[in-house]
Antibody, heavy 118, light 109 residues
Framework: QVQLQESGPGLVKPSETLSLTCIVS????????WTWIRQPPGEGLEYIGY???????NYNPSLRSRVTISEDTSKNQISLKLSSLTAADTAVYYC????????????WGQGARVTVSS | EIVMTQSPVTLSVSPGERVTLSCRAS??????LAWYQQKPDQPPRVLIY???TRAPGIPARFSGSGSGTEFTLTISSLQSEDFAVYYC???????????FGPGTKVDIK
């Protein structure tokens, strides 16, 4: 059973950089696609980007200039950095796994709630 | 960019009723569509992928249909645990992008 656990600061100041980590168990991060998705309070889901084999990445064009997704294979974890934060970045951030060959999300973390406020 | 829309925004139904939710894509996405269910303070879970294939462990009362730009999720007899928000998601643009619809909330009449 694949499990994902996000962690990071719950409160970040405007203009700062958000850093989140997702620890994966039950699967090797080197063998699959992993994605970050966020959900502002009371709103829908927004794709942020993904990372796959050997650290290759793809980002949502609307966030590309501010996003970095990376991996640490020794710890079997992936990370998200989002810079130049504003209140609009307040959301629950989910780490998730994409099913090989089908491209939908088959496993989700519980989410990390992030508030951007001074 | 493919834009996904869903209707209705909210649906009020009674347990036992049949429910039909709609999802539309701004251009053809073939059958590259998934449906997710999300309950309060929980992550989404996949119900249907490839427009009509039930994900493992999903009850048979959930079914999906459609292709191209028009898709439907049907719940044959709504159970109390089915009150939730339902999202569709296209992955035809993969590996460049995938996008979600705005969701339909199914609540108790």
């Amino acid at each position: 059973q694949v499990q994902l656990q996000e962690s990071g600061p719950g409160l970040v100041k405007p203009s700062e950089t958000l850093s989140l980590t997702c620890i994966v168990s039950g699967a090797s991060i080197s063998s699959h696609y992993w994605t970050w998705i966020r959900q502002p309070p009371g709103e829908g889901l927004e794709y942020i980007g993904y990372i796959y084999y050997n650290g290759r990445t793809n980002y949502n064009p609307s966030l590309r200039s501010r996003v970095t997704i990376s991996e640490d294979t020794s710890k079997n974890q992936i990370s998200l950095k989002l810079s130049s934060l504003t209140a609009a970045d307040t959301a629950v951030y989910y780490c998730a796994k994409i099913r090989d060959g089908y491209n939908y999300v088959d496993y989700w973390g519980q989410g990390a709630r992030v508030t951007v406020s001074s | 960019e493919i834009v996904m829309t869903q209707s209705p925004v909210t649906l009020s139904v009674s347990p036992g009723e049949r429910v039909t939710l709609s999802c539309r894509a701004s251009q053809s996405i073939r059958n590259k569509l998934a449906w997710y269910q999300q309950k309060p303070d929980q992550p989404p879970r996949v119900l249907i992928y490839d427009a009509s294939t039930r994900a493992p462990g999903i009850p048979a009362r959930f079914s999906g249909s459609g292709s191209g730009t028009e898709f439907t999720l049907t719940i044959s007899s709504l159970q109390s645990e089915d009150f939730a928000v339902y999202y569709c998601q296209q992955y035809n643009d993969w590996p460049l992008l995938f996008t979600f619809g705005p969701g339909t909330k199914v609540d108790i009449k």
